[in-house]
């Protein structure tokens, strides 16, 4: 069943960013000299996760907050921290850590899904991976979590 608040909040949260620049821009003019690029005035981000498991009828799904790290994520700091690297963009992840994962080749296809603002931009990411140890993977473990 899904949950009636999500979309709300993060409504909310998206609104609540979208006015957030001045308030950062006036503050990082003044305080920028002491912080890379204003990264400290930057806004977090919230997000929702899920992994759609069709040959098993399942989904699971998890929150993640940045900035500070937090939500129902099992490891958002690690998730926090592999979407800093990639910038942000989904589809960049894995691509900026060796890949040490082994994972079978067996095919059970997962859906992967992110929802919601990432520093003031909106995430609306799909993909489909042969399976969740591919999907957590290539993802740099952001869509690693166990069901809810």
């Not at 690029?37 to 998890?62: C, F, I, K, W, Y």
């Not at 979407?83 to 890949?99: K, N, S």
């Amino acid at each position: 069943m899904r949950n009636r608040r999500t979309p709300v909040l993060l409504a909310l949260i998206a609104g609540l960013t979208a006015l957030a620049p001045s308030a950062y821009a006036e503050e990082g003019a003044a305080g920028s000299a002491g912080s890379p690029s204003g990264a400290a005035h930057m806004p977090g981000a919230a997000m929702r996760l899920s992994v759609v498991r069709p040959q098993e009828n399942a989904t699971d799904t998890t929150t993640l907050h940045c900035r500070p790290a937090g939500g129902s994520h099992p490891d958002p700091a690690a998730a926090c921290a592999a979407l800093d690297r990639a910038g942000g963009d989904f589809d960049a992840l894995g691509e900026t850590a060796p890949q040490t994962t082994v994972c079978t080749m067996q095919y059970a296809p997962v859906r992967v899904r992110a929802d919601g603002v990432w520093q003031g931009r909106t995430v609306d990411y799909g993909e489909t991976f042969s399976n969740a140890c591919v999907a957590a993977a290539e993802t740099d473990g952001v869509f690693d979590f166990e069901p809810r």
